[in-house]
């Protein structure tokens, strides 16, 4: 068992990239996320690695384009004004197939907002985020030893699929520390043919373009991208159960919200509610199936966010309209307290025919 050392959630992810073989970042400092470029800005060149920190979050995220098309596992991390910066080069590396982990640190906004934690950039990272048809690989990590834990998976995930990968935390779990074992396995290694490494024994040098001026091309592109994703849908849906064998009434929490909404179901359940908790950790391809199956035996549904409510469409999509789903939520940098979140709970209950 590895030997656990007190981090923040930052650096956490920091050294758990280069615990995955990472040994390119690219980035630009905003709170509440600086902490990873500062981390990575010492250890890079002691293990040989490279840290640059470029001039724009527009030039960062085309520097991991280039070195992802040269085979190498690389990372940049962002908040959220800055992730929409990079909107247009995350679409290229989807466009193009290539693997790359992007963390998002979520902050309140729009606009430039403040530096408190938030959820609101939930429909830009699971719906894409820039422009065409796409979707990232999206994880949601709760604990410090999570974001630890996940960037592996992220930059596993993200050669297996060949599909960008992003980390999406929210201030609260990136700037708050924990104990954390890192992740003593060693790296799993992809084969990466379609890499720029030269023509070596090839008849032929490799292209990487995500330019295709012929619709037919084009349209076939995103038809074979689409089955990819079917297959990631079908395989890499990941969410942790809480109390809910029994429950009648459904929380849906993610990030530091789960971990409010965990104490608020504990509460509940003391004054005889039947109350369970889903937390998904991918948020996409998002949890549906358990949610579907939720919707068999529960009443209702409650979504608790850090936002204006957007993880509960998906919510309703998954359990396909067939119970009443509620919006417990907070904004601008606001958690919900576990107060309110039980307050949400005695009132779907009451609503929905009290204790049977």
Request: with cysteine.
């Amino acid at each position: 068992m590895a030997e656990k050392v007190l981090m923040k959630g930052n650096e956490a992810i920091a050294e758990a990239a280069i615990k995955a073989g990472c040994r390119h970042y690219f980035g630009y400092p905003i709170t509440p996320q600086t902490e990873i470029a500062a981390y990575m800005a010492k250890r890079m060149p002691k293990i040989g690695g490279c840290f640059l920190q470029a001039e724009s979050e527009i030039a960062a995220i085309n520097m991991i384009y280039g070195c992802s098309a040269a085979g190498k596992r690389c990372m940049t991390s962002s908040s959220s004004p800055g992730i929409s910066l990079k909107g247009e080069g995350i679409s290229y590396l989807a466009g193009s197939d290539l693997p790359a982990v992007i963390v998002n640190v979520q902050r309140g906004g729009p606009g430039l907002g403040g530096i408190q934690p938030s959820q609101s950039d939930y429909f830009q990272a699971t719906r894409g985020g820039g422009h065409g048809d796409y979707h990232l690989i999206v994880l949601a990590p709760a604990t410090v030893q999570e974001m630890a834990d996940m960037t592996g998976l992220a930059f596993d995930l993200s050669d297996k699929y060949r599909i960008p990968a992003m980390i999406l935390a929210d201030g609260t779990i990136g700037q708050m520390m924990e104990p954390v074992a890192m992740p003593e396995t060693e790296p799993t290694q992809y084969e990466k043919p379609y890499a720029l490494t030269g023509k070596g024994n090839r008849d032929h040098h490799n292209v990487i373009t995500s330019l295709s001026l012929a619709p037919e091309e084009l349209e076939q592109w995103n038809v074979s991208r689409y089955e990819r994703y079917a297959v990631v849908e079908a395989n890499e849906a990941r969410c942790e159960e809480f109390m809910m064998e029994d429950a009648e009434i459904c929380v849906v929490a993610f990030g530091i919200a789960s971990r409010v909404s965990r104490n608020a179901v504990r509460a509940a359940r003391e004054k005889g509610i039947k109350v369970g908790m889903i937390r998904p950790i991918t948020l996409w391809p998002f949890p549906k199936e358990a949610l579907n199956k939720a919707a068999d035996k529960c009443k209702a549904f409650i979504s608790v966010e850090l936002s204006m409510g957007q993880m509960i469409e998906d919510v309703k999509l998954s359990t396909e309209c067939r119970r009443p789903v509620s919006l417990c939520s907070r904004a601008g940098g606001m958690i919900p307290s576990p107060e309110e979140v039980l307050a949400a709970i005695e009132a779907a209950n009451e609503q929905n025919g009290g204790n049977r």
